[in-house]
């Protein structure tokens, strides 16, 4: 019963920056893990970073590997929203990026298939 909605995707350079965003409707998401993912073209759908309540107010930050140190997400609870800003775009970070949710953090937060709400998704495109 969440409805997620992406936005902020577009064209950049290589080296630019953008921001997604992910805005959640239905529920208060606030205690809610959630993450984004992204597919490129011919290959299967892959995790880039999310977010997972802890307590009191904190939240536990997780990244793929190939962006660590060049994208950060964040909550937005007063918004219910949530966002991934992206430095440093490379070439490969062309992908269909989708925000996603579910009630409960486990280990396999960084599965797509433990997600129970997904968005549409928003394209990225970096070009050379």
């Known amino acids: 019963q969440v409805q997620l909605v992406e936005s902020g995707g577009g064209l950049v350079q290589a080296g630019g920056s953008l921001r997604l965003s992910c805005a959640a409707s239905?529920?208060?998401?606030?205690?809610?893990?959630m993450g984004w993912f992204r597919q490129a073209p011919g290959k299967e759908r892959e995790f880039v970073a999310r977010?997972?309540?802890?307590?009191?107010?904190?939240?536990?930050?997780d990244y793929a590997d190939s962006v660590k140190g060049r994208f950060t997400i964040s909550k937005d609870n007063a918004k219910n929203a949530m966002h991934l800003q992206m430095n440093s775009l490379k070439p490969e970070d062309t992908a269909l990026y989708y925000c996603a949710t579910k009630p409960y953090g486990s280990t396999l937060d960084r599965n797509p298939t433990s997600y129970s709400y997904w968005g549409q998704g928003t394209q990225v495109t970096v070009s050379s």
């Open positions: 239905g529920r208060t998401i606030s205690t809610y893990t």
């Open positions: 977010v997972s309540w802890v307590s009191g107010m904190s939240y536990l930050a």
